[in-house]
């Protein structure tokens, strides 16, 4: 079974750093393109980072570019995001995907939450 | 900036019914790149559509997909009780990359 499984969230003050991880399973990970994506409250999705299947190219949304670093283990078919600098509006559900057909995302985990507060 | 608007905001039909679902882009885009995502309370959401007509690995045939330039429609025929959820458009382009739309919510009465 193709699956993506987030950890890694949790409650964070405005400042601080977290790191969340992605475990992949049921395909060929190190063929992939792998994403996060967040979601705020009320439903907005939005874009945050992606990796190339050897983890040599990235890019990231502007609103968390130098504050979030995206990478990868394929020995560990894992996928990381290390978040610093982070603000409240950083609160959000974070879900990893895998890169699908003509840059969509065929595959979600379950997402893990990241609340930003004092 | 490439907006994506969704309509309508809500739609509430019965069992049966067809949903008609608009995705609009603020300018014409390459419909190769556009997509449709459902969610449901509770899940991550999940590809029913790329590329504007394509139907994602199992997805019934009830979902379809058309458009091009800058209006898109996702189909639903034959609504079933388990098609509530909100439901998503997203275009990538190279610059912003990734844009989602606001979601539409389909209730089923």
């Known amino acids: 079974e193709v699956q993506l499984v987030e950890s890694g969230g949790g409650l964070v003050q405005p400042g601080g750093s977290l790191r969340l991880s992605c475990a992949a399973s049921?395909?060929?990970?190190?063929?992939?393109?792998m994403y996060w994506v967040r979601q705020v409250p009320g439903g907005g999705l939005m874009y945050v980072s992606r990796i190339n299947n050897d983890g040599s190219f990235t890019t990231y949304a502007d609103s968390v570019k130098g504050r979030f670093t995206i990478s990868r283990d394929n020995a560990e078919n894992t996928l990381y995001l290390q978040m610093s600098s982070l603000r409240a509006e950083d609160s959000a559900v974070y879900y990893c995907?895998?890169?699908?057909?003509?840059?969509?995302?065929?595959?979600w985990g379950q997402g893990t939450k990241v609340t930003v507060s004092s | 900036e490439i907006l994506l608007t969704q309509s309508p905001g809500t739609l509430s039909l019965s069992p049966g019914e067809r949903a008609t679902l608009s995705c609009r882009v603020s300018q014409s885009l390459n419909s190769v790149y556009l997509a449709w995502y459902q969610q449901k309370p509770g899940q991550a959401p999940r590809l029913l559509i790329y590329?504007?007509?394509y139907r994602a690995t199992g997805i019934p045939d009830r979902f379809s997909g058309s458009g091009s330039g800058t209006d898109f429609t996702l189909t639903i025929n034959r609504l079933q009780p388990e098609d509530s959820a909100v439901y998503y458009c997203q275009h990538y382009t190279t610059s912003p990359e990734w844009t989602f739309g606001p979601g539409t919510r389909v209730e089923i009465k």
């Open positions: 995907a895998r890169g699908g057909p003509n840059h969509a995302f065929d595959v």
């Open positions: 590329s504007a007509s």
């Open positions: 049921g395909f060929t990970f190190s063929r992939c393109w």
